[in-house]
């Protein structure tokens, strides 16, 4: 089945440590995204790439880092410098339709700092 | 630019009640908006979506939403609720394909609650 994958669904890192969420996509979708999302509130972007070896900040780009090698992978390293990185982390990957952009998401990731 | 105001961060409706969830746009071309829906602790998943064909559209679970233009609004709707529905809902809208924005501009979310 084609679909994104996220892994792990729980991780837990100590203060001071970088940490790489893994997102991974067989839908052969060009665009994939990084969303970060605290309790009771809406998606904030993160990063987005549209196509292999590039991609853009989003609104709350400090402290994250991303790479897009190949067009399936597009992890996600929250380092030391971001101050509150406990939260809710989605992958979405997006398609082309007849004049827009569909997104498609991953299960996400809960990330605990302490 | 485009935006989507969702009105209402948490709504609460008794079991078999109808549902109805409000979301206003603003694009200054037409847009093609969509509603999400997630369960705790899981990704987004696609509920509808409006791409200017049928204003009034269908989608999984027994949800449908309408297109008004003059309202600028795509309100999602249930005739009757069930205690599976309780989630958060998300409105979103797409900028046009290759146009200078590409990003796909969510709403902040409205929670549903169902009272037994």
Redesign the interface.
Known sequence: DGG?T?SPKYLFRKEGQNVTLSCEQNLNHD?M?WYRQDP????R?IY?S?IVNDFQK?DIAEGYSVSREKKESFPLTVTSAQKNPTA?Y?C?S?I?????????????T?LTVT | AQSVTQLGSHVSVSEGALVLLRCNYSSSVPPYLFWYVQYPNQGLQLLLKYTSAATLVKGINGFEAEFKKSETSFHLTKPSAHMSDAAEYFCAVSPPLYSSASKIIFGSGTRLSIRP
């Open positions: 994104i996220q665009a995204y009771g509130q809406g998606l972007l987005y549209q989003g809710f989605l979405a997006s082309e339709g007849q004049g827009y952009y569909e997104q498609y998401f991953g299960p996400g809960r």
